[in-house]
């Protein structure tokens, strides 16, 4: 089955992969993120046509508790942020508790 | 609770088994988590080279989307990205990394010739096919970020799941039995030592009756020999 890719975030954000064709853009603008950023997550991970989630990292911290669990450990559609670095969406505290050691802050 | 099993050889044997089981069990659990991070060490390296040129496209393709949005406008480029008609699509296949499936993504019409894009040569600029050109690759790139970190987090839950098991099993489950087995085998020592007490006792007191026994007879038979003659 073939799935699309969905993006989330301001609108400036959203545009760019417009252009590129993703057509599931939902955008929220940045003074309204912390009431309606929840409900676009949901909205998306609720979609079953959608296989990959594009946020920009800094959007997360927008996020209530609970969505920002369920999006971060989302498996399908998988997340994939932007603007932060190789730990960011989870990744790394998951490496952390996984592993034992902070793999990432190794690396950078 | 060692005090909970009845201390039987019956069950003393029987958790010898299980600790056979479970130290089989804990080795085999401590390779497999140790294969797993082998294998997630590939993917964390693999996962570092994608995340690196992930921020160098995007950072490429916001300076695009800038720098066409500031020649032609920000409309101008919204009308090119509302007029888009082919859209990307991915497809899922799967792989097997040491029972762990992880998804393999392959995608279509990531990249489109200016024919195919939609909003028309005429209609707008060099500008903003190289930022929709810039946006392209970062798509291509984020595809493919977004197949390893999967990899990853699917391997990170396995790596963990199987380390809980290997801790439960290590200080919870082997413990309680060595527990049980020591608490068994030394009840079923006392048990012996209390029968041989009780054997001994037995054999005492046996001894005692039979040495009363020759005494009484020994006693009877002198007071026979001391009765006097008649004639």
Redesign the interface.
Known sequence: ?????AVIGSPDFT?????????KCENVPDDEKDEQLDDAVERVLEDDDV??I?MYNDDLDHLSRSARNAVE?S??P?L?T??G??GS?G?RD??K???GID?MDE?D | MAEDVKPTRKNLMAIEDRIELSERGHDTLEQKRDGLIMEFMDILDQAQDVRSELSDDYKTAQRKLNMARAMEGDVAVRGAAAALQEHPEITTQSKNIMGVVVPQIESTKVKKNLGERGYGLLGSSARIDEAADAYEELLETLILAAEVETAMKKMLEEIETTKRRVNALEFKLLPELYDNQDYIEQKLEEQEREEIFRLKKIKGKKEDEEREEREAEQEAEEAAETVPADD
Do not use: D
């Open positions: 089955m073939s799935q699309e890719i545009t760019g992969f417009r252009l590129a064709g993703v057509r296989g990959i594009i450990t498996i399908e998988t994939v932007l603007g670095g190789a969406g990744l998951q490496i508790r996984a592993i793999l690396e």
